[in-house]
């Protein structure tokens, strides 16, 4: 896989800006910026971005890295629906333990 990664460096580069941006969007977004402040934001994100993508060509594992993130995110994600989904039958239902 770290193969074609290296051979196919702008797919590498738009995986893991998608990936950064995603984690960035789900972690550490509070609020709605304002356009020129959120246009700073994804073009410091595309320079970093690019800093990343030297490291994956050197040897280092990013975009797998980035891919467990984003999965445990989405782990995260599943479990919190789940206990939610729970504590709305258990509200339907009357039951106050919990």
Same mark, same amino acid.
């Given at each position: 896989?770290?193969?074609?990664?290296?051979?196919? $460096?702008?797919?590498?580069?738009?995986?893991?800006?998608? #990936?950064?941006?995603? $984690?960035?969007?789900?972690?550490? %977004?509070?609020? =709605?910026?304002?356009?020129? =402040?959120?246009?700073?934001?994804?073009? #410091?994100?595309?320079?970093?971005?690019?800093? #990343?993508?030297?490291?994956?060509?050197?040897?280092?594992?990013?975009?797998?890295?980035?891919? $467990?993130?984003?999965?445990?995110?989405?782990?995260? %994600?599943?479990?919190?629906?789940?206990?939610?989904?729970?504590? %709305?039958?258990?509200?339907?239902?009357?039951?106050?333990?919990?």
């Amino acid at each position: 896989m770290n193969e074609w990664l290296f051979e196919h $460096v702008w797919i590498t580069y738009a995986i893991i800006y998608a #990936l950064v941006t995603y $984690v960035y969007n789900k972690v550490f %977004r509070v609020r =709605k910026l304002p356009l020129l =402040k959120d246009a700073i934001i994804y073009l #410091l994100i595309g320079v970093g971005t690019f800093v #990343l993508l030297i490291f994956q060509m050197f040897g280092l594992p990013i975009v797998l890295c980035l891919l $467990v993130a984003v999965g445990l995110m989405l782990l995260v %994600r599943v479990r919190y629906w789940v206990e939610g989904r729970e504590r %709305r039958k258990r509200e339907a239902n009357g039951d106050t333990k919990g």
